[in-house]
C-alpha cells in the first residue's frame, strides 16, 4: 500500500489523539489538512500563523514523536500558513519548521512574503514582538459580588452571574446578556463574574474586552492581512465578556465575525458574558442571526435600584471607606437620587470631599446643598414614573387610572402615549415599560409606539399632545 501525506497524518492524529485533551484536539488538530508528503516532509495546512506559533508552543513534542514514528529520525514538518490577503492574492505561502528538531525552531528561516515583512504576534493583548502566549484577562480585581449589593432590581442577574461563575459554559445561561441603563452596575456585574471563575478555575483563560476595542482590534487585523489570527485568538478564550455589545451596531464585518467566533465558543462550551444598554429586542442594527443567539442563554435586566436598596449601598460605600455619617443624611440622599448608582455614589462622595475640604460636620442641611447641585449639574436620566406623573398630570387623571384597564379613549390616548415616551427617552426594555405602564406586555408597548407616531402626522390636537409634553419633559 502507497503512503500517501493523509495515511502518514491520520496515523500521527490516532497518536496524537489518545494522548491530548478532546477539546485540545477538536480545537488544534481537526482544522489541520495534510497537503503532501516529499520523502520524509510532510506538509501541512494551518489556517493562520497564530494557529501555527500555538502549535509550535504546546504541541510540538508530541508533533515531533508522531512524525518520527512514522517517518523515522529525520522526519520533518512543513507548515503551509493560509495566509488572507486582503488584495485579493489567496495563494498560501509555506514556511518550513523542522519540527522534530526543537533547536532549529529557535533560528528558524521564513519565507514570508514582502507585504507582510514585520508579522506581529497575534495576541492583541501583548506587546509587538514579544513572543508571549499567556493571556492577561483584563479584569479590575475591585468589581467583586462583595461589592455588588442584591436588591430586587438585580436579584436575577446578580444570581444568574453567580450560577455562571460556579459552573461557566455548564448552565443554561449562555450566553448571559446584562442589559440596563447607565450606571446600573452591568460592567461591575460582569467584572465580578469573571474574578470569581478566575478565583474558583484560576486554568481557564478568562477575557474581558469592550466591544468598542474587540472593533478596533478587528479594523487593525484586516489592515495587516490577519483576520485568521484574530478570529484564532478569540478561539481558544475560555471565558469571553464582551462589554456594550450595542456598540457593534451597523458594523457588519466585526458583526460577521463575532458571529463566527461566538458559535466556536458556544458549541465548544466556552462562556460567553455579554453587556448592553437594551435588550436584544430593542436593539438596532444589529443582524439577526446574531440577536437570535443572544437569545439563546438568558437576558437579565438591571433596573434602577428601590429606595432599600438604594440605602444599602450607601452604607457599603460609607463603611468601605471608613466613614460614619448619620441615618437620616444616608436616607435624605438615597430619597432625593434616584436614577442610578453612580450618581448615587457620586453624590455621597461631593458630600464627603466638602465635609473635609471645608471642615464642615455632615448635617442635613449640608446634604441639601450638595443634592440640589449634584442633581442640578448632573444630567437627570427621565424615569418612567416621572414619564406617568408628567403625562397623567397633563390630562388630569391620577397615575392609577393611567394604568387601568379601562378602554376609554382619552385614557388609552394618555397610556400609549406614556408607553412612547418612556421608549424615546429611557434605556428600559419594552418588556420592562408594559410592565410598568399597567403591566401590559411588549407588544402592547410597540403598539403604542406605532399608534403616537401615526396620530402625531394625521391629528393635529393629538400633535399638539405630544408637542407640549415633551416639552415638559425637557424642563
Avoid at 501541512?44 to 506559533?53: A, C, D, G, H, W
Amino acid at each position: 500500500m502507497s503512503v500517501t501525506a493523509q495515511s502518514v497524518w491520520n496515523n500521527c492524529l490516532e497518536f496524537i489523539k489518545d494522548n491530548i485533551q478532546p477539546q485540545a484536539y477538536k480545537t488544534w488538530f481537526e482544522p489541520i489538512v495534510a497537503v503532501k508528503l516529499t520523502g520524509t516532509a510532510l506538509s501541512i495546512q494551518v489556517p493562520s500563523k497564530f494557529f501555527y506559533e500555538w502549535l509550535e508552543e504546546h504541541y510540538v513534542k508530541i508533533l515531533k514523536v508522531s512524525l518520527t514514528k512514522e517517518l523515522g529520525e529525520t522526519a520533518k514538518l512543513v507548515y503551509i500558513i493560509k495566509m488572507e490577503n486582503t488584495y485579493g492574492n489567496k495563494q498560501p505561502f509555506t514556511e518550513k519548521i523542522p519540527s522534530a528538531n526543537r533547536s532549529s525552531v529557535k533560528s528558524q528561516n521564513v519565507d514570508i512574503p514582502l507585504n507582510n515583512k514585520s508579522p506581529e504576534l497575534r495576541n492583541p493583548f501583548v506587546i509587538p514582538g514579544i513572543r508571549n502566549v499567556k493571556i492577561e484577562s483584563q479584569l479590575n480585581p475591585n468589581y467583586s459580588f462583595e461589592n455588588f449589593l442584591e436588591g430586587d432590581s438585580n436579584r436575577l442577574a446578580r444570581s444568574a452571574g453567580l450560577a455562571v461563575a460556579a459552573k461557566p459554559g455548564g448552565t443554561s445561561f449562555n450566553p448571559l446578556l446584562i442589559f440596563g441603563g447607565v450606571g446600573l452596575g452591568k460592567t461591575h456585574l460582569a467584572h465580578a463574574i469573571g474574578v470569581d471563575i478566575k478565583d474558583k478555575y484560576p486554568e481557564k483563560t478568562v477575557l474581558y474586552i469592550s466591544a468598542e476595542k474587540f472593533t478596533q482590534q478587528y479594523i487593525d487585523a484586516v489592515k495587516k492581512n490577519n483576520r485568521n489570527d484574530f478570529i484564532h485568538f478569540y478561539q481558544i478564550i475560555d471565558v469571553l465578556i464582551i462589554d456594550d455589545v450595542q456598540f457593534l451596531s451597523g458594523k457588519t464585518g466585526t458583526q460577521d465575525v463575532f458571529f463566527h467566533i461566538f458559535n466556536h465558543l458556544h458549541q465548544n462550551g466556552k462562556q460567553v458574558i455579554l453587556t448592553s444598554d437594551k435588550a436584544p429586542v430593542d436593539m438596532q442594527d444589529i443582524e439577526q442571526r446574531l440577536l437570535s443567539r443572544f437569545k439563546w442563554g438568558l437576558s437579565a435586566e438591571l433596573q434602577n435600584p428601590d429606595f432599600e436598596t438604594r440605602v444599602s449601598i450607601l452604607k457599603n460605600k460609607l463603611y468601605r471607606d471608613g466613614v460614619e455619617m448619620p441615618d437620616e443624611i444616608i436616607d435624605y440622599v438615597a430619597k432625593n437620587i434616584k436614577s442610578n448608582v453612580r450618581e448615587l455614589e457620586g453624590a455621597i462622595i461631593s458630600l464627603i470631599a466638602q465635609s473635609s475640604f471645608n471642615k464642615k460636620e455632615i448635617t442635613i442641611d449640608l446634604a441639601r446643598v450638595i443634592v440640589e447641585k449634584f442633581v442640578k449639574n448632573t444630567k437627570r436620566e427621565v424615569s418612567i414614573d416621572y414619564i406617568q406623573k408628567v403625562v397623567s398630570d397633563y390630562f388630569q387623571m391620577d397615575i392609577d387610572t393611567l394604568q387601568s384597564k379601562t378602554r376609554k379613549r382619552h385614557i388609552v390616548q394618555a397610556r400609549q402615549l406614556a408607553m412612547f415616551f418612556a421608549k424615546k427617552h429611557t434605556k428600559a426594555s419594552l418588556a420592562s415599560i408594559g410592565s410598568q405602564i399597567g403591566k401590559r406586555d411588549h407588544a402592547t408597548v410597540l403598539h403604542a409606539c406605532k399608534t403616537v407616531d401615526n396620530l402625531s402626522s394625521t391629528d393635529k390636537q393629538f400633535k399638539k399632545y405630544v408637542e407640549d409634553i415633551t416639552k415638559k419633559l425637557s424642563v
